[in-house]
């Protein structure tokens, strides 16, 4: 199972972005998919995340800016992020729990990030 994210990159403040995330190879069932980011000198935290039948959470930090979406029959999660702040710049971790096998268990899953760089 290979997590591919993008749509990275640099924007100046109070722009916008989207990354999307895709998870390919043998799956048989998605739970949660989600993004995290870590900022220089800070922990990796959770931005945003979405279960399987559609519920989300967010940070504080970015609700009513950030919005998280997945399309199930493509295995992508989607991140569009508006009113993008200096605060923002990080790297951004796509994350998953799925099932490889009917049957199996459900393994957690790490994108390779993809930077994120808000400045003017």
């Known amino acids: 199972v290979q997590l591919q994210a993008s749509g990275g990159g640099l924007v100046q403040p109070g722009g916008s972005l989207r990354l999307s995330c895709a998870a390919s190879?043998?799956?048989?069932?998605?739970?949660?998919m989600g993004w995290y980011r870590r900022a220089p000198g800070k922990q990796r935290e959770l931005v945003a995340r979405i279960t399987s039948g559609g519920s989300t959470n967010y940070a504080d930090s970015v609700k009513g800016r950030f919005t998280i979406s997945r399309d199930n029959a493509k295995n992508t999660v989607y991140l569009q992020m508006n009113s993008l702040k200096p605060e923002d710049t990080a790297v951004y971790y796509c994350?998953?729990?799925?099932?490889?096998?009917?049957?199996?268990?459900?393994?957690?899953?790490w994108g390779q990030g993809t930077q994120v760089t808000v400045s003017s």
């Open positions: 994350n998953t729990d799925l099932r490889p096998y009917a049957l199996g268990p459900f393994y957690d899953y």
């Open positions: 190879g043998s799956i048989f069932s998605i739970n949660t």
